[in-house]
């Protein structure tokens, strides 16, 4: 058997031992029998761990990236598109909706995957409420004021809620720069 057929079938024992897929004491027997006596065991079992910790490193930031850019397409749809209007609006919100569901799912697992859809969403809805309020309410600027206003507090109750310290602070902040936009006019 070649050495990296060997080293192939060790990992995965390894991989067993650490998942617990087989009693600890059976991956022990097959790794000294495929190590034919030598104590590598226990160095290929940490090798295996690092290979699939880092495995496993390279597919989060690969899916954090993908939806990091799958909402700057998004929200550069909203202001790029002229035409068929009701399409980016359409994705957006299906798209704030799907990352609302995912992390409130993840939430549980307390994986960094869900505040990083909450900011997401939070970005998408700023955007679907700038873009609603350009294509259909553009003769009223108070209501974009309104439109803000109701994202900052949205930001604020749920960094309140959730106990995400960067809601509070950016629902807290434009909710001041709102007020003194109105002080100064």
């Keep these: 058997m070649s050495l990296q057929r060997k080293q192939i079938i060790m990992n995965e024992i390894a991989f067993w031992k650490k998942n617990k897929l087989l009693p600890e004491h059976y991956c022990d027997f097959l790794l000294a029998l495929y190590a034919q ?6 160095e290929l079992a940490e090798n295996a761990s690092k290979a699939v910790l880092a495995k496993t490193q390279k597919n989060k930031l690969l899916l954090y990236t993908i939806v990091g850019l799958l909402t700057a397409l998004l929200l550069a749809s ?5 035409t068929a209007i009701f399409i980016p609006i359409i994705l957006v919100a299906i798209a704030i909706l799907s990352f609302l569901y995912i992390a409130i799912k993840l939430v549980k697992n307390k994986s960094i995957m869900a505040p990083l859809l909450f900011v997401f969403s939070a970005l998408l809805l700023l955007g679907l409420s700038f873009k609603v309020w350009d294509v259909y309410f553009v003769d009223h600027p108070l209501l974009l004021i309104g439109l803000i206003f109701g994202n900052c ?3 604020l109750f749920s960094g309140l809620l959730m106990k995400l310290v960067y809601f509070s602070i950016s629902g807290i902040l434009g909710l001041l720069l709102i ?4 002080m100064i006019n």
Excluded: K
């Excluded at 909203?78 to 002229?82: D, G, M, S, Y």
């Excluded at 007020?179 to 109105?182: A, E, K, L, Q, V």
């Design 78 to 82: 909203l202001f790029v598109v002229t």
């Design 153 to 155: 507090l949205l930001w």
């Design 179 to 182: 007020i003194g936009y109105f």
């Design 37 to 42: 006596g030598e104590n590598q065991g226990n």
